[in-house]
Structures are given as C-alpha cells and as structure tokens.
C-alpha cells in the first residue's frame, strides 16, 4: 500500500491525512472546494510547527511529511489511491454518493474505508459492487493524539481487507479495535447517550454548563466535560449519531430537544464559534 486518499479535509480528514503522512504513505487530501481542503492543510502544518517548536520533530522531517500530502477537488483523483478513507459529514445521502462513485473510479485492489461516527457499514458497502473491499475506520477526535481505532467489519467485508486495515492502523500509531456492524458501534454506543444525557441535564436547569462539566471532570476524572466535548466533537455530528441510536434501538435513545435546537441555530460547537461554549474565531 502506497497512496491513501482523505476525502473530506474537516477535523477528522486532516487528522488522518497527517498521521498517514506521518506514517510515510502518500497521501490526497480531498474536499468539495478549495478553500477548505487549504484550511485542512493549513492546520496540518500548523500541527506539525507547534511539534518542532516543542522539539519532537525535526524542521526538515516536518517538510518531508507536508511535501507527501497533494491537495485535491476532484473524486477522480481516487484512481491512484489504494486505499481511501472517507471522511466527509455524517449523511447517508453524501456518503451514498461518495462511495458509488469511488466503486467506478477505483482499481479493483483499492480498499474504501469510511471513518462514519454509527452509519452502517454493509448499507455503505451495498452502494458499491465490492462490499468485500468496503470497511469502517473509526478514528478518533483529535486524530493524532488519541489511540483507538475502531476497525468495523460489514457484514461481506473479507479477512484480507481486515487484515491489511488493521496492521495499517498499528502503522499509523494506533491502536485497532475490532467490532462488529451495529449502531454507533462501541465507542458512540456508550459515548454518545452520555453526552445526550448531560444535555437534558442542561435542558431541565439541574446545573449549569461549567458545573455539568466540572461534575464529570472533578468527579470522574474525565479529561474534559461532556457539553466541552460535545462542541469538540461537533453538535451536528452528536445529533447525528443520536439519531441512528434512536432509529436502530428504540426510544430511550432519544435526542435531547436542546441539542436539536442549538444545531438548528447552527451552534454547532467549536467549528461554528458557538455552542455550548463560546470560542474566538
Ligand atoms: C464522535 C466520534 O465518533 C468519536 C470521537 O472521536 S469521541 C471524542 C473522543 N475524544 C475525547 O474523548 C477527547 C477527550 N479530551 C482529551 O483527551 C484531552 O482534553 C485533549 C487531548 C483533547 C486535550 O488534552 P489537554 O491535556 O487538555 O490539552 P493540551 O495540553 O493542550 O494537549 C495535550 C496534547 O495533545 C495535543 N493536542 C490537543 N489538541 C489537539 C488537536 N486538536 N490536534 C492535534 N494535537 C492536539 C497537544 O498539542 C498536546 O501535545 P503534546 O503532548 O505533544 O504537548
Ligand atoms: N467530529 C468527531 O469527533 C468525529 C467525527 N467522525 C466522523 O467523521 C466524519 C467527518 O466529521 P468531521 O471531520 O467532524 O466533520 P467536518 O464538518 O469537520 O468536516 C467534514 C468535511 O467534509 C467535507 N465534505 C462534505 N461533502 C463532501 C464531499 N461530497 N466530498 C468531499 N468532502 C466533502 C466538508 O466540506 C468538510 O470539510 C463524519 O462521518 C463524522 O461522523 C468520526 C470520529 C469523530
């Protein structure tokens, strides 16, 4: 495996984009406008400065990893790639898309991952006519600080295509965590209703925002409150997930009426300079 395309260069895209580099993959760095693949690149580079002011990477090893990322605006550019890992937002609709036309661009060896947050994976592979080749990598948030990834198998994914996708996550410096195609998978399963919980804390005025957070932070040793990592995470993105939960497994998994609201406002958290917290642009 050589080339690895990115396509969607947001929080996550970048992430991935710049441990495969670090990794010593080639890497294309795909989004629908130029604009934003450039502020995902710029990120990735201001990253990489802030770890050679710190002294863990080398000014010149720097260079070497952003000369291996080529930006992109155009799907067509998968026709080089051997393997690509989906990141753009969390819709069926565009994802749908995405992955059809991956299926009639790519080489039959290119392997389509999709780093979803709770979209099934077999209804991901079914768009293509190489389900077998088609598998969720789940990072997570940030990207090249935290250690899991959640590697799903859909239900017609190959061995082979488990096999490389895992030893390619050890490559990257992570840790692969098997698990099986069912909403939200383990990590949103148990992440997600939390944090939805912690809103209805909100919504019923039990406590304010600073003291929900300090309560799980102080009281659990959480390293961030769940309404601070839910605008980490992107309230859009929380509301998504919540609802595949609730669509796959019942009513108790309800989304919290403030979180929809606050995503209708568009506080959307810290990609939107507002959302439970207030952040400078
Ligand atoms: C929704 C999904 O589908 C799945 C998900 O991702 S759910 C979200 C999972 N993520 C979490 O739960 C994150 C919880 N929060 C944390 O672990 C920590 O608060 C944190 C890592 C985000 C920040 O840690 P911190 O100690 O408070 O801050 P800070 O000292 O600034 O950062 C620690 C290190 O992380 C790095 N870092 C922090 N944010 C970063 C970012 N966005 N990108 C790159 N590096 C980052 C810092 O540069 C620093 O690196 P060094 O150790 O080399 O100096
Ligand atoms: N935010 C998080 O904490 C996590 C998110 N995820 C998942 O990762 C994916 C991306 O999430 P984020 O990076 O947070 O979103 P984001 O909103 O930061 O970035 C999404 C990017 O995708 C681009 N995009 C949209 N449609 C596209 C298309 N057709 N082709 C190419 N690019 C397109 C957008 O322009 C945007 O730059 C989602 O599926 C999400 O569920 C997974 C783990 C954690």
Redesign the pocket.
């Known amino acids: 495996m050589k080339t690895i395309m990115v396509?969607?260069?947001?929080?996550?895209?970048g992430g991935i984009a710049q441990v495969a580099a670090q990794a010593g993959y080639s890497v294309i760095l795909?989004?629908?406008?130029e604009e934003?693949v450039n502020r995902?690149f710029g990120i990735i580079q201001k990253n990489l400065s802030r770890s050679v002011e710190k002294g863990k990477l080398q000014a010149e090893e720097k260079d070497l990893i952003l000369g291996r990322i080529t930006k992109s605006v155009s799907?067509q550019d998968a026709a080089s790639a051997d393997l690509v890992i989906e990141?753009?937002?969390?819709n069926m609709g565009?994802k749908a898309?995405?992955f059809s036309q991956l299926d009639v661009i790519c080489p039959e060896h290119t392997i389509l991952s999709t780093?979803?947050?709770?979209l099934p994976i077999t209804e991901i592979g079914a768009f293509t006519k190489r389900p077998d080749r088609v598998i969720g990598m789940?990072?997570?948030?940030p990207v090249p600080v935290m250690k899991l990834v959640e590697v799903i198998r859909g239900l017609a994914t190959s061995d082979e295509v488990y096999n490389t996708i895992e030893t390619l996550s050890i490559k990257m410096g992570k840790t692969p965590v098997e698990v099986n195609d069912a909403p939200g998978f383990v990590a949103n399963r148990i992440l997600i209703p939390m944090i939805n919980e912690a809103v209805y804390t909100l919504y019923e005025g039990i406590a304010s925002v600073e003291a929900i957070d300090n309560v799980m932070k102080l009281g659990m040793n959480h390293p961030m409150g769940p309404l601070a990592l839910a605008d980490?995470?992107?309230l859009d993105?929380c509301l998504?997930?919540m609802e595949v939960l609730h669509e796959g497994l019942g009513d108790k998994y309800r989304p919290c009426p403030l979180l929809r609201k606050y995503v209708k406002a568009g506080w959307l958290g810290r990609?939107s300079g507002r959302g439970f917290y207030k952040y400078d642009a």
């Open positions: 396509i969607g260069a947001g929080q996550m895209g795909n989004d629908i406008k934003f995902g799907l990141a753009a937002v969390e565009i898309q995405i780093n979803t947050s709770s789940h990072f997570m948030n980490l995470i992107g993105t998504s997930i990609k």
